[in-house]
Structures are given as C-alpha cells and as structure tokens.
C-alpha cells in the first residue's frame, strides 16, 4: 500500500463510479452469440514430454 499513489487510485475509483454503472443491467452488451453459427472445433491432443 506504500506505493499507491493515490492521486490516481482516486481517479480510478471516480472513473468506475462515473461510467461503470448500467443504466438497464439486463441488456445485452456486445455481439449477440448465436448458438447456430457456433460451430466446435475439436482441440489438439496434448502432448507433452514428461
């Protein structure tokens, strides 16, 4: 805690308070997933030397 320099740990904190609130939390952020276009991809055998 010694090190913080808490000119920017405040500045942090009022920037999540400021713009880190929703205004409809259960709203969709981002792109919509699509479980029909999603198609799995079998994943490499892992292989290791031990």
């Known amino acids: 805690m010694k090190n913080i320099n808490l000119e920017n740990l405040c ?3 009022e920037t999540v ?3 880190g609130g929703y205004s409809n939390p259960g709203e969709t952020a981002g792109m919509v ?4 276009d ?3 991809e079998p ?3 892992l292989e290791s030397k031990y």
Do not use: N
């Open 43 to 45: 994943s490499r055998k």
């Open 11 to 13: 500045a942090v904190a």
């Open 38 to 40: 999603y198609k799995v």
């Open 33 to 36: 997933f699509y479980k029909e």
């Open 17 to 19: 308070r400021d713009y």
